[in-house]
């Protein structure tokens, strides 16, 4: 009897074009990723957007009389005394605040920055401002938010001079 | 030499087919996720308050001290150059101009403003 | 010759075997990579944001690329197709600072109707979005505007915190006597029946390049916004030379409400008489109170806004009643020789528009 390999043919194709797909598949399916709400960053630009506004509508002077003094609700919370509660009572109750949309839980750690005088490029480090309840532990993920005021204080050490100084913001969501 | 016997090609042909049509369904649904991941990683990138708070500082500077300030503290916390000439430059007849100039390392803005 | 006798050889059925299995197992893997991916959904946080932006930080668009979208340029008639997109801002310059005359005709439902208007201007895109907008004053307990469907279970969504630009008014109080005659905005004599009492709206004051007050969100632009001027108590205004009364001897009627821009002169036809908002031709008799709002639907039209003295006259009639010992005419609101009063920046004299903390919501699904 004569043994015929002619038909080998057919399973080596088989098995070349399984070969084909299940690599192909593995390729594709490692390639995709999955997004997930995090990856987006679209709850850090609403964090961002709330707390840059809530800053600027803080910083606004509220008429011209305002403007002409270069005051507003910041700067005078800002050379208060008891700055921490005027500033939480004010942030908070912005920032928490909503019409029809969701109720959200805020929490927030401020410091604000000056510069020292006999030097033009140190910079002290952060002076406390204010926090809301919740200290930052690490697990969050806080979004920074910034605004300059210009107001008149010592700040720290330093002498008392209408100076700028930038306000520092980290906010988070619970 | 006789000749070969390709009687089978198209269980492979097939399977190339398979294949490509995958890939090509892969390549489409990887562009579709990132269409909200961009949007709002190019909104945080730019900084658009950032420029409009410093502009609304350097606008109501009235001494060299502010200037300073304002130079120091972008540099040492917001990681950006501002530059802008103090006291301004009368021009136009009676109103007064500052060149201002920052850069953040992916953004630059450059203006000229003037006094109203 | 082939052999065609319908027997499959068994080396191709194991390869033709091993093919169709893995080509199932294959198939099989597809739906895995469709779990992360739903249609429309992931661009309605995006989209609520360039509303969001839109609405906040922009002024909007008329065709004529004008800003001031909101006034109607036809006497009461308000031309919708003319407005190319939505924005509530004062100007280009003060983002996030809003007019409040925009806000009243943005949420007007009887101007506007959701959701095409609404889409056309300020949503774009194709897909039909269904939104709600809304805007709550902080710290107030004025119910919040909106306009839209109520919020389901999913959806983008955006808040934007604002200050709003409140409108500027006016209040001549009749019943200070001290300081009219201080001002000199009494006179007449024993004859006098027809006062004219004039206000002035000085635009190199308010909107020139000297006004002292430099941004546009404090600023009061008689053209662009409404205004309010509140004339009260005129019935002790009628006085004689001594500051007695003279109540009860005349009438007041106030014939026409003029306003010029010392070219020309065009009337205003709706002032609000005792606390009712009348449409007048012909002179209508007056209690005590007269208030001339200027709002966005009140006829503009035929006058330069811009030109540099705006005069408001109200010409008023003292009508005897009759009563014995009475003179022929009195002392009453007049200042036709003297000084008009002065619309101007100057808070003694004019509320000033004032900024209010406001929260913007938009959401879209």
């Not at chain 1, 399973?11 to 390639?31: D, H, K, P, Q, R």
């Not at chain 2, 350097?58 to 502010?66: K, L, Y």
Request: hydrophobic fraction near 40%; glycine fraction near 6%.
């Amino acid at each position: 009897m004569v043994r015929s390999d002619g038909g080998q043919l057919y399973t080596i194709e088989g098995f070349a074009a399984a070969l084909i797909m299940i690599s192909t598949a593995y390729l594709v399916v490692n390639a995709t990723s999955v997004y997930t709400a995090g990856d987006t960053h679209i709850n850090d630009m609403q964090l961002e957007t709330l707390g840059t506004d809530a800053l600027t509508v803080m910083g606004t002077p509220m008429n011209t009389t305002e403007y002409d003094t270069a005051n507003s609700t910041l700067r005078m919370i800002l050379e208060a005394p008891d700055r921490d509660v005027m500033f939480r009572t004010k942030f908070l109750e912005l920032v928490n605040s909503s019409g029809t949309g969701p109720k959200q839980d805020i929490q927030f750690v401020a410091n604000y920055t000056c510069r020292i005088d006999n030097s033009d490029s140190t910079i002290p480090p952060l002076q406390p401002l204010s926090s809301s309840s919740r200290s930052l532990t690490g697990g969050e993920h806080p979004v920074r938010v910034t605004k300059w005021v210009i107001v008149n204080t010592p700040c720290g050490n330093e002498t008392t001079r209408d100076r700028a100084v930038l306000v520092e913001v980290l906010l988070w969501r619970d | 030499m006789a000749r070969l016997n390709d009687d089978a090609q198209w269980i492979v042909l097939m399977g190339f087919l398979v294949s490509f049509s995958f890939f090509f369904l892969a390549l489409v649904i990887n562009q579709a996720t990132v269409v909200g991941q961009t949007t709002a990683e190019s909104v945080i990138e730019f900084p658009k308050n950032d420029i409009r708070d410093v502009r609304s500082i350097i606008i109501r500077t009235e001494s060299d001290t502010i200037q300073k300030d304002v130079y120091a503290i972008s540099l040492g916390r917001k990681n950006a150059v501002v530059y802008y000439t103090f006291p301004f430059t009368p021009c136009y007849g009676k109103y007064s101009c500052t060149q201002i100039h920052f850069k953040s390392g992916v953004t630059e803005y450059d203006e000229n403003w003037t006094s109203p | 010759m082939s052999d065609d006798s319908a027997v499959l050889s068994i080396d191709f059925l194991v390869g033709f075997t091993i093919f169709l299995l893995a080509f199932i197992w294959v198939l099989s893997i597809i739906p895995g990579l469709l779990i992360g991916l739903q249609a429309f959904t992931i661009d309605y946080d995006a989209v609520a944001y360039r509303t969001g932006v839109i609405l906040v930080e922009d002024p909007g668009q008329k065709s004529t690329n004008e800003t001031s979208w909101e006034i109607a340029t036809f006497q009461q008639n308000y031309n919708k197709a003319d407005v190319l997109r939505f924005g509530l801002a004062v100007s280009r310059e003060d983002p996030n600072i809003l007019s409040l005359d925009k806000v009243n005709r943005f949420f007007d439902n009887t101007t506007f109707n959701y959701p095409g208007d609404y889409h056309n201007r300020s949503i774009f895109g194709d897909y039909p979005y269904r939104f709600n907008i809304s805007l709550k004053y902080i710290g107030s307990p004025e119910s919040a505007k909106s306009i839209g469907e109520v919020l389901p279970e999913g959806y983008g969504y955006i808040r934007r915190f604002v200050k709003i630009k409140s409108m500027s008014n006016a209040t001549i109080d009749g019943s200070n006597l001290t300081f009219l005659n201080n001002e000199r905005f009494i006179n007449g004599d024993n004859t006098t029946r027809t006062h004219i009492f004039s206000i002035l709206l000085n635009n190199t004051d308010l909107i020139g390049e000297g006004s002292l007050v430099k941004d546009a969100a404090y600023k009061i632009i008689p053209g662009k916004e409404s205004f309010m001027i509140n004339l009260t108590y005129l019935n002790q205004t009628i006085v004689n030379a001594m500051n007695v009364s003279q109540e009860n001897c005349f009438n007041i009627s106030l014939n026409n409400t003029i306003v010029s821009d010392s070219t020309r002169t065009i009337t205003f036809f709706d002032p609000i008489i005792d606390e009712v908002p009348l449409h007048m031709t012909t002179p209508q008799p007056v209690k005590r109170n007269v208030s001339i709002l200027y709002n966005t639907t009140a006829n503009r039209r035929g006058l330069n806004w811009e030109a540099p003295q705006i005069t408001i006259s109200l010409i008023f009639n003292l009508i005897p009643t009759g009563e014995p010992g009475c003179t022929m005419g009195s002392r009453f609101l007049n200042n036709t020789y003297t000084a008009p009063f002065d619309y101007d920046n100057n808070p003694n004299n004019v509320t000033q528009p004032q900024l209010r903390d406001a929260v913007v919501e938009v959401a879209v699904w």
